[in-house]
């Protein structure tokens, strides 16, 4: 019989040369008029100088902490090596993302002269090319790294996954990185280009006039692009390897007690590897399948015709790896990989709900503003409140489901042996997990569309287009919007749907440490003075983490506004459009802004939990439970506040686009004012601080995974 984890590099290179034909099919396009490449080159420009200057900052923490990894966690070296490695392929994709979404905004803006159809499959193939890049490179890397140091190095298949476990954390460290400075530099952007262009001077968003525009444009790529890229690559291996992490117990379960060959048992650790490959061709189908034929059709139903072929393509290929990697009841199995497929959609039909114009929250928040910002504000927070209560539900009951289906799918040998029947429970969840992200480079091709829109909408209007094609690239900015939108709530959702499987990984690696059984390392109690300690640390680092990022956007926006107030004063000629403002300065206070702000804040889901776990071990306490509440409760909290932010942060723009199309007096009214400060005010929340806190949430996961030796020596 073939052996079926040979889809594993097939997939992997296949997804690459896939990613390389749509750079083709995107690069080939017209680049535009001379007016339109100017303004493109200087979009390039900025966010190219940005990510230099950002990954120099990662590359010398990440040596730093590499060294130290190195000399301090076992398998000695190795688990460093794989540190960097992680953080090097995390920041790639990321980079991939980027380059390719700042080639595709002028080829959307030019395809949008002809028709929207082209103009959508443009931009979307163009974000596609990072979702199958920053999945496809998160497959080879931890596929690689596990080969390398298993059969390359020659350890055992515990250390083989001990040291790759560095993989993840590399990952995690770099991406948070990436998403919190990317996060600071576009939203100080686009607060002090929204209040000082269009309140105070009273000039449409993307007008040439603002000094802040280009700045604000070049953002959409640092964040959006090269940020959640950075972000779901992460994702995607830190998910992959908890899961992988989980199935060591069950591979010397089956060797033991079930009577499997090592061979075939090594199929509980590569099965996450597996489905995440069949992922990829799934996604691909989905994207070539995204466009419309009627130009009076909402671009969202092709996006949307793309996301339902590749759920079920997802969902046959699951059951095929399934029935051959997993036992006799596999169908058990199956059945929680559906669960993981059926939670994306309904995600992606919450997050419709909350953010989307068609949608009661929405409009509240649009006629709030009729009565000023306070109520608008006011408004806005009990949305973003009252939006973490169906992911949450939602996410219960995929958790339990999951769970339950693991513990169902156990043979007979397993029910009287605590441990084993729980890592079972776990697994089913890590399997619903693979479910969840076996859409994730569709997903992931669908955020990367917005901000290529949204440039692509700017260069429309900086170049003064006429209205036709602005009317056509703002219908996919309103798309883009909401894609998104969508991919945030998608990326925590997956991240709380993981939380369990990982927690599950850290204390196999206690129980490893310890000599004990995962059964009883597992149990947390809450009611002890360590554990209730960590619990209130962990959702403690939640809001000052926030805190730091929302007051980083504060600041740098700050002086963004006295640079744009300056330039409207001291340049003569701006508002007459006879003289040109000086996008450099704002694109420079921007970066500086990002990069000085972004260090302490991403340094703190890293040293906090370290010096904890090492504090209580050396005073007596029992670490590794300590530091067990902070993950857990940590987590917990990360996923609510990410997911009021996320989607209060959504609700706030849309409700701002609502008034602007036309509603409650329209543009430059007084309630259009107002909802650009509620806009402002949602803006870090939801394009800084959400997005950031779902990668730190996932840090804190990675961090203590590859620390526990710290918390455990006597």
């Known amino acids: 019989m073939v052996d079926i984890t040979l889809v594993i590099p097939i997939a992997g290179l296949v997804g690459l040369a896939f990613a390389g034909y749509l750079t083709w099919y995107v690069f080939r396009k017209d680049l535009g008029t001379p007016e339109m490449q100017e303004i493109s080159d200087a979009i390039k420009q900025g966010a190219m100088a940005y990510m230099k200057r950002q990954y120099t900052t990662i590359i010398i923490i990440s040596v730093i902490l590499a060294v130290l990894i190195g000399i301090f966690i076992e398998p000695y070296y190795w688990v460093g090596a794989s540190f960097m490695v992680g953080a090097g392929a995390s920041a790639l994709s990321g980079y991939i993302g980027m380059y390719v979404s700042v080639r595709s905004n002028i080829r959307t803006a030019a395809a949008a002269r002809r028709s929207l159809n082209e103009a959508l499959v443009t931009s979307f193939r163009g974000g596609a090319v990072s979702g199958m890049a920053v999945v496809s490179l998160s497959l080879i890397g931890v596929a690689g790294i596990y080969y390398v140091f298993s059969a390359g190095v020659g350890l055992e298949v515990r250390d083989s996954l001990n040291a790759a476990i560095g993989f993840a954390f590399g990952a995690s460290f770099a991406a948070l990185f990436a998403q919190l400075g990317g996060g600071i530099y576009t939203k100080a952007a686009d607060v002090g280009a929204d209040l000082v262009g269009k309140i105070e001077a009273g000039i449409p968003e993307d007008d040439p006039r603002n000094p802040a525009v280009i700045a604000d444009l070049v953002g959409d790529n640092v964040g959006d692009c090269a940020g959640r890229g950075a972000d779901l690559f992460e994702s995607t291996a830190a998910e992959n390897i908890g899961a992988m992490v989980l199935g060591l117990t069950l591979y010397g379960f089956s060797i033991t007690t079930l009577g499997w060959t090592p061979e075939a048992a090594l199929a509980w650790i590569f099965f996450p590897l597996v489905a995440r490959s069949f992922g990829i061709f799934a996604s691909m189908a989905g994207v070539l399948l995204v466009k419309i034929k009627d130009e009076n059709k909402d671009p969202m139903s092709g996006i949307n015709k793309g996301l339902y072929v590749t759920c079920l393509l997802a969902a046959v290929f699951f059951y095929i790896s399934t029935k051959y990697m997993l036992g006799d009841n596999y169908l058990y199995f199956f059945a929680a990989g559906l669960i993981g497929i059926g939670l994306s959609i309904v995600i992606v039909y919450i997050t419709q709900y909350y953010t989307s114009g068609s949608w009661r929250p929405v409009k509240?928040?649009?006629?709030?503003?009729?009565?000023?910002?306070?109520?608008?504000?006011?408004?806005?927070?009990?949305?973003?409140?009252?939006?973490?209560?169906?992911?949450?539900?939602?996410?219960?009951?995929?958790?339990?489901?999951?769970?339950?289906?693991?513990?169902?799918?156990?043979?007979?040998?397993?029910?009287?042996?605590?441990?084993?029947?729980?890592?079972?429970?776990?697994?089913?969840?890590?399997?619903?997990?693979?479910?969840?992200?076996?859409?994730?480079?569709?997903?992931?091709?669908?955020?990367?569309?917005?901000?290529?829109?949204?440039?692509?909408?700017?260069?429309?209007?900086?170049?003064?287009?006429?209205?036709?094609?602005?009317?056509?690239?703002?219908?996919?900015?309103?798309?883009?919007?909401?894609?998104?939108?969508?991919?945030?709530?998608?990326?925590?959702?997956?991240?709380?749907?993981?939380?369990?499987?990982?927690?599950?990984?850290?204390?196999?690696?206690?129980?490893?440490?310890?000599?004990?059984?995962?059964?009883?390392?597992?149990?947390?109690?809450?009611?002890?003075?360590?554990?209730?300690?960590?619990?209130?640390?962990?959702?403690?680092?939640?809001?000052?983490?926030?805190?730091?990022?929302?007051?980083?956007?504060?600041?740098?926006?700050?002086?963004?506004?006295?640079?744009?107030?300056?330039?409207?004063?001291?340049?003569?000629g701006i508002m007459e459009r006879t003289a040109k403002p000086d996008y450099a300065a704002c694109v420079d206070i921007a970066t500086k802004g990002a990069l000085k702000a972004m260090i302490l804040p991403a340094l703190l889901p890293v040293l906090v939990p370290v010096l904890f776990g090492v504090l209580m071990n050396q005073a007596g306490y029992d670490a590794p439970q300590a530091v067990g509440g902070l993950l857990m409760v940590g987590t917990i909290t990360g996923i609510m506040v990410a997911n009021m932010f996320n989607n209060g942060g959504g609700a706030w723009d849309n409700g701002k686009k609502y008034v602007e199309s036309g509603n409650f007096g329209g543009k430059g009214s007084p309630t259009h004012a107002a909802a650009v400060v509620g806009d402002t005010v949602g803006d870090p929340l939801k394009d800084t601080a959400g997005p950031s806190i779902h990668v730190l949430v996932k840090l804190l996961s990675t961090v203590t995974l590859v620390f526990v030796g710290l918390f455990v020596i006597s």
């Open 364 to 572: 509240e928040i649009a006629e709030a503003s009729k009565t000023g910002p306070a109520t608008n504000i006011i408004t806005g927070l009990s949305i973003a409140m009252e939006s973490t209560a169906l992911p949450v539900i939602a996410i219960i009951i995929a958790l339990l489901g999951a769970f339950a289906l693991g513990q169902a799918a156990a043979p007979a040998e397993a029910v009287d042996d605590a441990t084993i029947h729980l890592v079972y429970g776990f697994y089913g969840t890590a399997v619903a997990t693979m479910g969840m992200l076996a859409t994730c480079a569709f997903i992931l091709a669908t955020d990367t569309f917005g901000p290529i829109t949204d440039n692509a909408g700017g260069i429309v209007e900086m170049s003064r287009q006429p209205e036709d094609i602005r009317r056509r690239t703002d219908r996919l900015d309103a798309c883009g919007n909401t894609t998104k939108a969508l991919t945030k709530g998608y990326a925590m959702a997956s991240a709380a749907l993981a939380a369990f499987l990982l927690f599950g990984a850290y204390f196999e690696r206690v129980a490893d440490k310890t000599g004990g059984s995962l059964a009883d390392a597992f149990k947390v109690d809450l009611a002890q003075p360590d554990v209730f300690a960590g619990a209130l640390l962990g959702a403690m680092l939640v809001f000052l983490f926030a805190s730091l990022a929302i007051r980083a956007v504060g600041k740098t926006a700050g002086k963004m506004i006295t640079e744009v107030r300056r330039q409207f004063k001291e340049i003569p």
